[in-house]
């Protein structure tokens, strides 16, 4: 049964906006706020209230319309029961026909960016499965759809993931080497996990791969800065703290001034 909330037009635009901002870059901000306007711009009684039935429906609307941005708003509405009841089938759907309509959009903006994230979120669906569309869990595929986003679309959450499964025996074989240039992959876009996860295979050496304690806890320390505030936060914490802690002090400090030194790069991620 759908839930019926009424809707403002600011709050239906701050809706389907917030959800592709969370996956778009600051230089993108502008063009999602755009693509979001006009989306809104579909809602009946726009300058007023409206309904939450009349909300999804513009939603579907425009989601038959072919546009990918409103079909990643209902897929994650569907998904967390956010103005609907939670329905895997139906997220599952939104996300496969993003995947599998626009796998050719071009490589870089906002659009670029659903696309990825909908294959990582297949990814996910595929990994545990989805009875209700007989769709039984398929570990290989998960692993085609992460590797898909990570190469062709080049997403930093899917080069993370990638790079976290060849530490995996039920993943991609542990292959630590593989791990670390994955996750370098990813760190170097700002993912502040992947900074952390390679920070301490850097900071403690790992298969073929000699300590290097200053890069190490480099990485540490971004991702102490970038991840701060979220629910990472502890974790990141953890690891840099037990780096710290066994570090020589030289080390650390040349280690602080150079995340300082290159922190503003990752300012724009």
């Known amino acids: 049964m759908r839930k019926s909330p009424a809707f403002s037009l600011a709050s239906a635009v701050t809706g389907i906006a917030l959800s592709v901002l969370l996956i778009a870059t600051p230089a993108q901000a502008q063009t999602a706020a755009d693509a979001a306007l006009d989306l809104a711009n579909m ?23 072919g546009q990918p941005m409103a ?10 029961g ?56 398929d570990l290989e595929r998960s692993h085609d759809l992460l590797i898909h986003a990570a190469t062709v679309f080049g997403d930093a959450e899917a080069q993370y ?7 995996q025996e039920d993943g991609l074989g542990i292959i630590p080497l593989q791990s670390a240039r994955w996750l370098s992959l990813a760190a170097h876009k700002g993912h502040c996990m992947a900074q952390a996860r390679l920070g301490d295979m850097l900071f403690n050496g790992i298969e073929g791969l000699q300590a290097q304690p200053v890069d190490g806890l480099m990485w540490l320390n971004l991702s102490h800065d970038r991840c701060r505030g979220t629910s990472d936060q502890a974790q990141v ?17 040349n280690a602080a001034a150079l995340a300082q030194s290159i922190a503003p790069q990752f300012a724009g991620f």
């Open 237 to 253: 914490d953890e690891l840099l703290n037990r780096a710290s802690s066994i570090a020589r002090p030289e080390d650390r400090a």
């Open 71 to 80: 079909m990643w708003q209902l897929g994650t509405m569907y998904e967390n």
């Open 161 to 167: 993931r990638v790079g976290l499964l060849y530490l």
């Open 82 to 137: 956010e103005g609907v009841d939670k329905d895997p089938v139906k997220a599952f759907g939104y996300f496969a026909q993003i995947a599998n309509e626009h796998a050719e959009a071009p490589r870089r903006g906002v659009e670029s960016d659903i696309v990825a994230q909908s294959f990582v979120k297949m990814g996910d669906y595929y990994k545990l499965g989805v009875p209700g569309a007989g769709i039984p869990a």
């Open 43 to 65: 809602l009946d009684g726009a300058g007023g209230g409206v309904s939450g039935d009349a909300y999804l429906s513009a939603l579907e609307n425009a989601a038959a319309a």
